[in-house]
């Protein structure tokens, strides 16, 4: 059986990466605020504290589960999440008052080991990383680079993945959010359906990472979420894949009509007019 990894290109010559990761071995817990929470880290119910670590004794769980509906009281089936820093979906992680956490430089890669549990045929555990800046003449925060690892093959065991960060912008980031899910909150969902990570790391190639296309030759890709219609500028051809790998649209000019998607988070890669290749992230609304 094959392990699906998205936006993968290994390289040789990788070394680890200067950025820390707040907390990427998940051995610290706080156990006094609302449950047990990894400490630098917003979750939502459905993520647990789990023994033993690949390298140390814990590691983080996150499963599709029940939870009580706050403004409803139904008891509803929910996505466990994980999120690096503040979360944009609850309360700030402890000592965090912003998504993410700093992050500066263009690591190569995301680097960590996981294993997988699926209850259903088409279930998926997600880790997405986003890179941004905050542009200050443009007064909005811009995505720098993206990557998705996706593990869908049921094991018992931590596995190394390795996921490389596709950059869209030429800017340094500010910041770094991390994203661990136990499946497409827009999807269909199994009860119990989980994704273990632990010892996560940034790497970089010792002889560089290329840049993307500079001048007037940079592929801009837009707006990004997008609702009806996705335009991407300077690239000569495109094809977007779901998280499950299936072409879903391919074009050789500048837009395609997304009205007919189904909202969650697909992939775009790009033959730019500079004659390099690149990828994105991008939401349907």
Known sequence: M???????????????????IPNAGFETWDTTAHGVVPNSWSITPGVRQSVPGHSGAYSIMCMVDTATNPRTSTLDTVVGMAYSGASLMGPPAPGSNLPGFPCSGRPDSLVGVSHFRGMGMHDTGL??????????????????????????????VFQRFSVPLSYSSSFNPDTCVIQIMAGNPNAPKTMGTSIWADDLAFVSRTTGIEGITSGNNEVTIYPNPVTNVLRVNNAVSFVVYNLQGQVVATSAGETVNTSNWIPGMYIIKYNSKGGETGSSIISKQ
């Open 127 to 156: 880790i997405i990383v986003t890179l941004s800046k905050w542009d200050t003449t443009g007064g909005a925060r811009v995505t720098v680079a993206q990557a998705v690892f996706t593990n869908s093959v049921s094991d018992s």
């Open 2 to 20: 094959k392990r699906v990894i998205l936006l993968l290109s290994l390289g040789l010559g990788l070394t680890t990466y200067g950025q820390t």
